[in-house]
Nanobody
Framework: QVQLAESGGGLVQAGDSLRLSCAASGRTFSNKAMGWFRQAPGEERGFVAAISWSGSTTNYADSVKGRFTISRDNTKNTVYLQMTGLKPEDTAVYYC????????????????WGQGTQVTVSS
C-alpha cells in the first residue's frame, strides 16, 4: 500500500517556475514507477510525466517536454515535478500516482493516487 500527498501548487504568472512534490508513505515506494498527471476543468485526466523506480528512465508528454522535469529521491520517498516556462494552458490540478512502469501513460495503469494540488498560471 502506498499513500501519496502532493504539495507545491499555487498561482503563478506565465513564464514562471514551480516545483511540485509528492511525498509517499509505505514500504514499497522505492520499487514503484511514479507518474504525474493533470486535469483541467471539463477535461479528462492526462499524462504529464513518469519516472522509473530507479530514476534512470523518464517519459514526458509532448506538451511539457523541455519545460518539465520529473525526478525522485528514494531516500526521502518523494517525487518531484519541476515546471519551468509555465503557460496558462498548464493550469490544472496535478496528481501524482504510483504504478508499475515509467512507460505507462494511462490513468488505469496506476494503482495509487494522491489528492492533487492546484496549479494556476495567469497570462
Amino acid at each position: 500500500q502506498v499513500q501519496l500527498a502532493e504539495s507545491g501548487g499555487g498561482l503563478v504568472q506565465a513564464g514562471d517556475s514551480l516545483r511540485l512534490s509528492c511525498a509517499a508513505s509505505g514500504r514499497t515506494f522505492s520499487n514503484k514507477a511514479m507518474g504525474w498527471f493533470r486535469q483541467a476543468p471539463g477535461e479528462e485526466r492526462g499524462f504529464v510525466a513518469a519516472i522509473s523506480w530507479s530514476g534512470s528512465t523518464t517519459n514526458y508528454a509532448d506538451s511539457v517536454k523541455g519545460r518539465f522535469t520529473i525526478s525522485r529521491d528514494n531516500t526521502k520517498n518523494t517525487v518531484y515535478l519541476q515546471m519551468t516556462g509555465l503557460k496558462p494552458e498548464d493550469t490544472a490540478v496535478y496528481y501524482c500516482a504510483a504504478g508499475g512502469s515509467s512507460r505507462y501513460q494511462k490513468v488505469s495503469e496506476y494503482a495509487y493516487w494522491g489528492q492533487g494540488t492546484q496549479v494556476t498560471v495567469s497570462s
